[in-house]
């Protein structure tokens, strides 16, 4: 059994910067996690579905972070 790194980083969205957890595996990124209270709290004021936001986030963050 693996035990994966974590850290909490800063990505720049379409929302914002929104906090979100990367896994660092064999020192690789491997998986990012938006901070769901950040999501929540942007659905809350834009309106958009909390799904649609955490999708969009995790899409954007992974596409900067993992697919460089």
Not at 40 to 46: E, G, K, Q, V, Y
Request: aromatic share 8%; proline share 4%; net charge negative.
């Amino acid at each position: 059994r693996y035990e994966a790194e974590r850290k909490l980083v800063d990505v720049e969205t379409s929302f914002g910067t929104i906090p979100v957890k990367v896994k660092r595996l064999n020192g690789r990124n491997v998986s990012v996690s938006p901070e769901y209270e950040d999501c929540w709290a942007i659905a809350l004021n834009t309106g958009v579905p909390l799904r649609e936001v955490y999708r969009r986030v995790e899409q954007e963050a992974s596409d900067e972070i993992i697919h460089k």
